[in-house]
């Protein structure tokens, strides 16, 4: 009995000191964690397209990964962030508490100031040393659920790819499990959910929290903390929507394209092409080098569209052999034809595409245009989809032929 009472102690003890000393690895962790985090999402957008693209997933689900992700990140952004100013601050009354251990001396100040009960430094130097405590676990109570729900949508999608499932299929299974646990987890008589729920960390530190700050409160700033990651969010997904492929390209991106998006020259950065794109913006020669991005879901879709094509009475467009007969190209309004298209890795990032050599020479030299339109099928999802769709706003850019 006095064993056990001693190593009770002990241990009280060693958490004691390392609560006190805990600034420490807080200060570490964040430093090096907040490195990695504002790296991660563009590697999780190009990993999202490269799955669109290389492996035929479709824009949904390779979203709503690139999305959940994104929250995450976001929130331990926030947190991360918001945690390393406060203990700057800390450090701050630190050195106030060190350097004048007097504190307050009330004699030496002005006459209308001797009247204020001034709280001594310690006093914020405790606060703070609280509430930097208090911020560090909070992301586990947002960021580990949604971590937990993606997990399981990739283990879904990998089944659809595996399958070649509908996705529609994999998201009504997604959506009603997420539902069922939710209703599980909120019901009032016990259950093997609830109690698998409420003994978890996440639901270990979210009772902390509610219990201490305040149910309400604490639902408060978990919604709240959901808007603050919203502009991180948003800035993370910017340009993801270009590549879904049976959409028109924006009409404000149509109007004014981004040489980013269509030349290789000023796409120092390696980024992946959407729809097509040349090696420079100028041009000499007699032939324009053409690359157009493949993405495997089209390709396979070629048999869905040839049987639809005959039903399809206001779509003008011959039979589809292959990945090129879905294009059509037009140089200045002009339907032109390359000679052979071949299968190729090009671009900064190797990306499969479609290279053609389009003939230019019977152009002045100066500034043309080139159009691309598409043949596109949209896949069922919910009761809608399974439909041809001929885009002719696809992409567009202009060159210099000199």
């Known amino acids: 009995m006095e064993d056990s009472e001693i190593k009770k102690q002990q241990d009280m003890t060693w958490l004691e000191h390392l609560q006190r000393n805990s600034w420490e690895p807080e200060v570490i962790i964040s430093g090096i964690s907040l490195a990695f985090l504002f790296v991660i999402p563009s590697r999780l957008f190009d990993v999202s397209v490269m799955l669109m693209q290389d492996y035929g997933l479709e824009m ?21 962030v918001t945690h390393l100013l406060m203990r700057f601050v800390w450090a701050g009354m630190l050195g106030i508490t060190y350097a004048f251990p007097d504190g307050i001396v009330k004699e030496k100040l002005f006459k209308l100031s001797q009247s204020v009960d001034y709280n001594p430094p310690q006093y914020y130097l405790l606060k703070l040393e609280r509430w930097c405590s208090m911020l560090y676990g909070a992301p586990i109570v947002v960021a580990i659920p949604i971590f937990t729900f993606t997990l399981y ?32 987890s909120l ?12 003994k978890s960390m996440t639901g270990t530190v979210g009772a902390i929290y509610q219990s201490n700050l305040g149910k309400w409160f604490f639902v408060s700033f978990s919604l709240g903390l959901l808007v603050l990651a919203s502009p991180f969010m948003v800035q993370d997904l910017s340009g993801f929507w270009v590549y879904y492929a049976n959409t028109n390209t924006v009409d404000s991106d149509y109007e004014w394209p981004d040489d980013r998006g269509y030349f290789e020259e000023y796409n120092p950065d390696g980024k992946r092409f959407a729809r097509m794109w040349t090696p420079s913006k100028t041009v000499s020669g007699d032939v324009l080098n053409l690359y157009l991005a493949r993405y495997e879901r089209e390709e396979n879709s070629i048999p869905q569209m040839n049987s639809l094509l005959p039903e399809s009475d206001s779509i003008e467009w011959k039979k589809v052999e292959s990945l090129a007969d879905q294009y059509r190209v037009y140089v200045n309004d002009s339907l032109v034809n390359a000679e052979k298209w071949v299968k190729v890795r090009a671009g900064h990032a190797r990306q499969m595409a479609l290279l053609g050599q389009i003939p230019i020479d019977q152009l002045p030299p100066g500034i043309h245009e080139v159009r691309l339109e598409k043949l596109t099928y949209l896949p069922p999802f919910l009761g809608g989809g399974h439909e041809l769709r001929h885009r002719k706003k696809w992409a567009r850019f202009e060159f210099i032929k000199e």
């Open 60 to 80: 949904i689900p390779a979203m709503l990964i690139l999305v959940y992700f994104s929250v995450i990140i976001s929130v331990f952004k926030i947190f991360l």
């Open 153 to 184: 949508l990739i283990v879904l999608i990998a089944i659809y790819l595996v399958f070649n499932l509908n996705f529609d299929i994999v998201y009504v299974v997604f959506m009603v499990s997420l539902i069922g646990f939710s209703l599980a």
């Open 187 to 198: 019901m009032r008589s016990k259950s093997k959910v609830k109690d698998f729920v409420g």
